[in-house]
Antibody, heavy 118, light 112 residues
Framework: QVTLKESGPGILQPSQTLSLTCTFS??????????VGWIRQPSGKGLEWLAN???????YYNPSLKNRLTISKDTSNNQAFLKITNVDTADTATYYC??????????WGQGTLVTVSS | DIVMTQAPLSVSVTPGESASISCRSS???????????VYWYLQKPGKSPQLLIY???NLASGVPDRFSGSGSETDFTLKISRVEAEDVGIYYC?????????FGAGTKLELK
């Protein structure tokens, strides 16, 4: 059974660094073809792809936020991470991680709400 | 970036009737391997998105066969036959052909 769960700080102040963790089970990020992606959704709005990391440690960042994003993984502990530097109120959103496999984004986490406020 | 354009933005359907949602991509989603990398998701109120259709026309596991996907290289359709109350939510198309992966703006399905 594949599960993913996001965790984050809940609330942080402008200019701080947002650190998110995706803890998953039921698959390994060392398996050929597997990847994990981060997607966010401001309240009442659509889905925005942020970054993805693959089994071979290949990484991709959305150019619109590229200089602020860092994605990484800990294969031994079945975790993926995303850091966003210099946050502002526009980064307030629910952040999801999802498994990327041959069948697309078949598994999503429950999401973690992040609020940026002074 | 590949732009995914959905229509309509909202649709109101009588239970038991059918509904169709369209999605157009700004670039062909047909890979040289013959796979078309378009996907459909449903986000029910207060929930995470769930996969309905993968690679244009394949039904995801556990999804009722009332859902079907079809299309060409750039124009895609999600059809819901015999709409039920549990189908209410926002439907998104998305592409996984090339980075950055992108989604349509969503289509809200409501019941009449």
């Amino acid at each position: 059974q594949v599960t993913l769960k996001e965790s984050g700080p809940g609330i942080l102040q402008p200019s701080q660094t947002l650190s998110l963790t995706c803890t998953f089970s039921g698959f390994s990020l060392s398996t050929y073809g597997m990847g994990v992606g981060w997607i966010r959704q401001p309240s009442g709005k659509g889905l925005e792809w942020l970054a993805n990391i693959w089994w071979d440690d290949d990484k991709y960042y959305n150019p619109s936020l590229k200089n602020r994003l860092t994605i990484s993984k800990d294969t031994s502990n079945n975790q993926a991470f995303l850091k966003i530097t210099n946050v502002d109120t526009a980064d307030t959103a629910t952040y999801y991680c999802a498994r990327i496999g041959g069948g697309g984004l078949a598994y999503w986490g429950q999401g973690t709400l992040v609020t940026v406020s002074s | 970036d590949i732009v995914m354009t959905q229509a309509p933005l909202s649709v109101s359907v009588t239970p038991g009737e059918s509904a169709s949602i369209s999605c157009r991509s700004s670039k062909s989603l047909l890979h040289s391997n013959g796979i078309t990398y378009v996907y459909w998701y449903l986000q029910k109120p207060g929930k995470s998105p769930q996969l309905l259709i993968y690679r244009m026309s394949n039904l995801a596991s556990g999804v009722p066969d009332r859902f079907s996907g079809s299309g060409s290289e750039t124009d895609f359709t999600l059809k819901i036959s015999r709409v039920e109350a549990e189908d209410v939510g926002i439907y998104y198309c998305g592409q996984l052909l090339e980075n950055p992966y992108t989604f349509g703006a969503g289509t809200k399905l409501e019941l009449k």
